[in-house]
């Protein structure tokens, strides 16, 4: 345990701060994964409206440093990888019909 002020004061700042991260990691990793349930059951449609949320929880846990940018922007490009692999899929189908 801290004795000196400065070092209880720096553990309770500590604290907060891994509360925050926290925070914003499982936000970010709950958006992803309804993200890619939703893909999964064929909602594109709806995949689609929450990308910008995705992004948007992404970029803002790389830059407060919860995770690192290559990591973020990595993450970011396969979402979208994978909404896009699903659109093509569609149209593939859809020509395959006629």
């Known amino acids: 345990m801290p004795i000196k002020k400065s070092a209880k004061k720096s553990l309770k700042q500590s604290k907060v701060r891994?509360?925050?991260n926290?925070?914003?990691k499982v936000?970010?990793?709950g958006l992803l994964k309804q993200t890619r349930e939703l893909i999964a059951?064929?909602?594109?449609?709806e995949a689609q409206k929450l990308l910008p949320?995705?992004?948007k929880a992404i970029?803002?846990?790389a830059r407060t440093g919860v995770i690192k940018k290559n990591t973020a922007a990595r993450g970011k490009?396969?979402?979208t990888a994978l909404l896009n692999k699903v659109e093509k899929k569609e149209v593939k189908k859809v020509k395959s019909k006629k």
């Open 18 to 20: 891994a509360k925050r």
């Open 53 to 55: 949320q995705v992004y």
């Open 27 to 29: 936000t970010m990793r």
């Open 77 to 79: 490009s396969r979402i």
């Open 59 to 61: 970029d803002k846990a």
């Open 41 to 45: 059951e064929g909602k594109k449609a």
């Open 22 to 24: 926290l925070k914003r």
